[in-house]
């Protein structure tokens, strides 16, 4: 999990009132990423599902988000991360979502636009701020906060209330918040949705030529190329 994504778990969890139980789709962590992947321990939770469309680390429950088994306004939390664009159909699995929540419960979600394809075992989607939003509009109450390069940001994350919410705003999730107004600021290398240190880019520089030069060289003597990494 990225440490963005963290950030985002972490700002719902101190600042939210959140009811039991919750409820976390998607929770398989994916392989190597067990440590990193796990949110559980941020949330005070009397009770704490997780739930997958596969079994393995960190599910405790099978379940299909576009047909979940729990009971209308039963659930208290569901909490998505980086799911969404794993899910077939997320307009009927975020109203799937709505329908379990409790009345006043919270969906809290993230996902990408700017990210690389990762099977897991589907990725079929990519989320701009505007389709975030149309993916909640079940939800009475939401907001979304895109993070990243302004026309190509690389995560949106997302709140849904079911029913009305006083003082929904950007503020209340601070590490998030922040990392949407100063993204790129501490950067200087820009390349538009793409910035880097100076340190990273000559990492990358040195890197790619040596690889192009065994590349050359592998020709010449009519070798095998390296792989690319």
């Known amino acids: 999990m990225r440490e963005v994504v963290r950030n985002f778990a972490r700002d719902v969890a101190e600042?939210?009132?959140l009811e039991d139980p919750?409820?976390?789709?998607g929770a398989r962590a994916a392989e190597g990423q067990e440590d990193i992947a796990d949110v559980r321990s941020l949330y005070a939770a009397g009770e704490y599902i997780g739930c997958?469309?596969?079994?393995?680390p960190g599910v405790d429950r099978i379940e299909d988000i576009?047909?979940?088994s729990?009971?209308?306004?039963?659930?208290?939390?569901?909490?998505?991360?980086?799911t969404l664009e794993h899910v077939?159909?997320?307009?009927?699995?975020m109203e799937e979502v709505h329908r379990v929540l409790k009345p006043g419960g919270i969906a809290v979600v993230s996902s990408v636009m700017f990210f690389p394809i990762h099977a897991h075992p589907w990725d079929y989607w990519r989320f701009t701020p505007e389709g975030f939003d149309l993916v909640l509009r079940p939800f009475e109450t939401r907001l979304v906060v895109p993070v990243g390069y302004e026309l190509l940001p690389e995560a949106v994350f997302g709140l849904g209330v079911k029913g009305p919410f006083d003082h929904l705003v950007p503020e209340r999730l601070p590490r998030t918040w922040q990392a949407h107004r100063e993204w790129g600021s501490e950067l200087p290398v820009d390349f538009g949705p793409i910035r880097l240190t100076t340190r990273q880019l000559w990492k990358y520089t040195l890197h790619y030529t040596r690889l192009a030069a065994m590349r050359r060289a592998q020709r010449l003597t009519g070798g095998a190329s390296p792989p690319a990494s």
């Open 70 to 82: 729990f009971t209308n306004d039963s659930v208290g939390t569901v909490l998505a991360f980086e």
């Open 52 to 56: 997958d469309i596969q079994p393995g």
């Open 88 to 93: 077939a159909d997320p307009i009927r699995a």
């Open 22 to 25: 919750i409820v976390e789709m």
């Open 66 to 68: 576009h047909a979940l």
């Open 15 to 17: 600042n939210f009132e």
